[in-house]
């Protein structure tokens, strides 16, 4: 039999850096836990631009298809701000996503014990936080036609639709009801179901999933805006949000910056599964490319690290893996190993990414 | 001539209560400074429903186009959640916006000294914060078409519109700039322009209009999703944001929640100059109608008396009585006077909503 496929884009800015620390991970877990990957690597975002012209390739996606998970770094960069809508790196990411189908994303906000200092928010409110927010990927505003700016007598006009379907909803309601049964048991459904008709049919899809096949997990709703204000009061009143494409991409950024250490977190982006029940996958970062400090060997690895840990539980049903290479992190962290972004009052040993490399590949 | 005209809609659940404290402060203007204004009240929300079948009645609706400032309290509560779209209690809210033209809506975010402690955040991100929110109103996915829910094939299909031409971008953009120069000339907008195309557009006119009349504010554009973030993480280096009805409906909120007193904080609603300079105008809360609280003598009424007092600043030219006011507000609660959402470890002298009115009626 043949090893499982991984596909690795490293993008922009700091995703090549941050993506060679996994790739020595992934290496250890084929020397010494006989976990073996085939292991190729593709340009995605303006990387892919600046070679094919265009963020994503037709052949970078036909791979992305084949393969048992796709790695992701970052995308994008001040060098591709000027870009015309249609290759801008984002839509390179953008089309994995809808072509792989990959409805439901998982985003954890997770507040590391050793960093909790980290966090804007007082201790007591993040200490031990640990949200998992799935956010709808495929569908609503990023993908509703018609879009597009067109001319209306003398001035121009901004078109955008959010569009969801019945099945659309199910599906990623029925993927957050399934993760609630693996940890607190608990749903929270995010809309604006007063303001908006499709938040109204989102808001009667979940409750019909729910009382149809999952009516032991703890369903509320809630309306996004004051789901914002929720997250920032009391997060811990939280288990599993269940939302939109846009709403899931403000509140996630929201939840992550709770914790106060983005470059900690990893995110999860599932599709249907195939014959064998692995579903198609994508795993990245949340955190953006970082322009910024790219190439000066200051990028925390952690969030990529971890995004493949993720690949382990999701893509190739290695759960205790997965929580071994999850706490070789958490160990790092407790002895004071930090990248510039994680150097706080606290003091603690600065590193630069391929020495947090080095100390993970120690603690596994 | 005749005294300036006041529209009071208490609307539902604490509604009623604070708007009781506002009335009282208004007759004290009147008594005191010799600012007399003509009041009147009706029905907004559940409470119009109730005795008309609908959420605002069209001769409501006809005087609030006629006087020159409406107070409104607050909409909605459980009784109402299961009335049709078409007449939720919102609907009357949404009505007076829209037909009263109501396009930019202030939404300051402000940390009062005596109460930086109630904050989730730690008390140096949020001591001293002071955001003003332009959020458009009458536009944006809250009335664009086509929206609705409908069939296709055998699934229900819900879709809303995000539209936005260039003149609403345009005059909404100038109301954030003109802000901006009173306070520290800083503007930060924020759409998802590498998602959607309306968010181009936003980005596009704001700039421009930003070139051709404000060259002197300083603009930058951010992505919503990391404004967000940045709201989180650091709010104080935002002055003036300016962004969407949807954008701005969360993030105003996340932003109101970082100052850990929503019940301190008021909103102003404004629409176009009559030819005496006076805008449409709409004030209220930013909290809503409560309803876990209601009746029971517990509301917090300043956010309503400080929504007044930006009716004063913004609808009467009184900036000078709109401060006197908030120095009064600011005294109480240096004093330690507290209604039951403002109790803390600090201690503080527990009151009731008309005690709090009593109070402030004292510093006054
Ligand atoms: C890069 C961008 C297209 C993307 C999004 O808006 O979804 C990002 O913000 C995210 O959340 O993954
Ligand atoms: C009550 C509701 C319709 C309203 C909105 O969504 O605009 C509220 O949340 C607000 O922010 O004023």
Request: aromatic fraction near 6%; charge should be negative.
């Amino acid at each position: 039999m043949s090893n499982p496929s991984i596909l690795i884009l490293p993008g922009d800015g700091i995703g090549p850096e941050v993506m060679a620390q996994v790739t020595r991970i992934i290496d250890w877990f084929g020397e010494k836990r006989d976990l073996k990957f085939d292991v190729e690597t593709d340009l995605v975002g303006g990387a892919a631009y600046d070679k094919h012209g265009v963020p994503l390739s037709d052949e970078t996606m036909a791979r992305a298809l084949e393969v048992d998970a796709v790695l992701l770094g970052a995308v994008g960069g001040p060098k591709y701000d000027n870009l015309d809508f249609s290759v801008k790196p984002e839509r390179g990411l953008l089309r994995l996503r809808k072509e792989m189908d990959l409805f439901s994303n998982l985003r954890p906000a997770q507040c590391f014990d050793a960093l909790a200092d980290f966090s804007s928010l007082k201790k007591d409110i993040v200490s031990g936080l640990d949200i998992m927010i799935v956010r709808e990927l495929t569908s609503g505003v990023y993908f509703g036609e018609p879009r597009g700016i067109h001319k209306e007598g003398n001035e121009r006009v901004g078109i955008n639709t959010q569009r969801y379907t019945e099945s659309e909803i199910a599906r990623v309601a029925r993927s957050a009801f399934e993760l609630a049964r693996k940890r607190s048991n608990k749903v929270c459904s995010m809309e604006k179901a007063n303001v908006m008709e499709s938040g109204i049919l989102w808001r009667d899809v979940v409750q019909e999933i729910h009382d149809a096949e999952y009516p032991d997990v703890e369903l509320s709703h809630m309306y996004a805006d004051n789901g914002a204000m929720q997250l920032v009061r009391a997060p811990k009143q939280f288990d599993v949000i269940v939302t939109d494409n846009l709403f899931g991409d403000v509140l996630s950024d929201c939840a992550a910056m709770l914790t106060g250490s983005l470059g900690m977190l990893p995110s999860a982006s599932l599709g249907l599964p195939n014959a064998e029940g692995r579903p198609k996958a994508l795993y990245e970062p949340v955190h953006g490319s970082a322009p910024d400090i790219t190439g000066q060997g200051k990028a925390n690895p952690i969030a990529c690290i971890l995004s493949f840990a993720m690949a382990l539980r999701y893509s190739f049903d290695e759960g205790a893996e997965a929580t071994r290479l999850e706490k070789a992190v958490e160990k790092v962290l407790a002895d004071g190993v930090r990248t510039a972004d994680l150097m706080g009052p606290d003091g603690g040993t600065p590193v630069s990414t391929t020495e947090m490399g080095d100390v993970i590949l120690e603690a596994l």
